[in-house]
């Protein structure tokens, strides 16, 4: 069974950074990995997404020129590295595996457990 467990989460002032980590166990080999983020009363939201050999990514307009996404296959680890943090970044994040490299909840089929980030002003 695949196993996805987010950390790197934590309290920071806004223009800060944090770096993600979600570490994956089973089957993640020609897979997909993602980021999505969940704000109190909100659905969730697609972040950025990768392919399995870091060959292509995806970013929400909300986050792009500020995170960056990669994937250490050998350590079977993806990060989500998060500079300029503001306050509307505040969220549980969360890591998921899909089949495509997608933006739409639905096509990811495990996920983690999240990490907490939160953004103050």
């Known amino acids: 069974q695949v196993q996805l467990v987010e950390s790197g989460g934590g309290l920071v002032q806004a223009g800060e950074s944090l770096r993600l980590s979600c570490a994956a166990s089973?089957?993640?080999?020609?897979?997909?990995m993602g980021w999505f983020r969940q704000a109190p009363g909100k659905e969730r939201e697609f972040v950025a997404a990768?392919?399995?050999?870091?060959?292509?990514?995806d970013y929400a307009d909300s986050v792009k020129g500020r995170f960056t996404i990669s994937i250490d296959n050998v350590k079977n680890t993806v990060y989500l590295q998060m500079n300029s943090l503001k306050p509307e970044d505040t969220a549980v994040y969360y890591c998921?595996?899909?089949?495509?490299?997608?933006?739409?909840?639905?096509?990811?089929?495990?996920w983690g457990q999240g990490t907490q980030v939160t953004v103050s002003s």
């Open positions: 998921g595996r899909s089949a495509y490299l997608s933006r739409v909840e639905y096509q990811y089929d495990y």
């Open positions: 990768i392919t399995w050999n870091g060959g292509s990514t």
């Open positions: 089973g089957r993640t080999f020609l897979y997909n």
